[in-house]
């Protein structure tokens, strides 16, 4: 089974204009997602006496790390769809796979517990998990977008390079060779 094929991003824009869309939005997303986490590595870890938690101190930085990979991906998705270079869309396309699945499987395990649970804070908690659910499928449907972008330039450079592959028959003309 692969991944389904689109014509077009949001039934009106092409693949190239979804593309760069998609790019700078997760550049931007991901910008903010690393200076968030990086004051939270610099802040969040210290507790009400002044210590320093190392579960919160590795969570943030693991964080970080993986907002800082999604950052480059994005930006070269962003270099892929200008020099329509297919193979740099394959990062992004991959990151945000494994992104995205890690967010389905919290968002499904949020879920459970949440349906176990009979806290007080129930509504926040549907809240955010709903929030992360609709991410989930918005990452889908962008993977779709770049993967059919991808596709579509390999399908252009495969054109290109096959178009002056065959030989070209030029007549023989009688006035050049004379006997």
Not at 17 to 23: A, K, M, P
Request: with cysteine; aromatic share 8%; glycine share 6%.
């Amino acid at each position: 089974m692969g991944v389904p094929m689109i014509d077009k991003c949001c039934y009106c824009a092409t693949l190239h204009t979804g593309t760069l869309i998609i790019g700078y939005v997760y550049s931007v997303w991901a910008l903010l997602e690393l200076a968030i986490y990086c004051l939270l590595v610099t802040l969040a870890p210290l507790g009400k006496d002044g210590t320093v938690s190392v579960h919160k101190y590795v969570l943030y930085i693991t964080a970080a790390s993986v907002s800082g990979i999604h950052l480059i991906c994005s930006v070269l998705l962003v270099v892929a769809a200008y020099k329509k270079l297919a193979s740099l869309t394959l990062p992004w396309t991959i990151v945000t796979g494994i992104i995205t699945a890690i967010y389905f499987l919290l968002s499904f395990t949020g879920i459970s517990l949440v349906l176990q649970d009979e806290g007080e804070m129930l509504e926040v908690e549907s809240i955010v998990i709903c929030i992360h659910l609709a991410r989930a499928f918005v990452s889908v449907y962008c993977i779709i977008v770049v993967h059919s972008r991808h596709k579509e330039i390999m399908h252009q450079d495969d054109e290109l390079r096959f178009q002056h592959s065959g030989r070209i028959y030029h007549p023989v003309k009688i006035e050049d060779h004379v006997l």
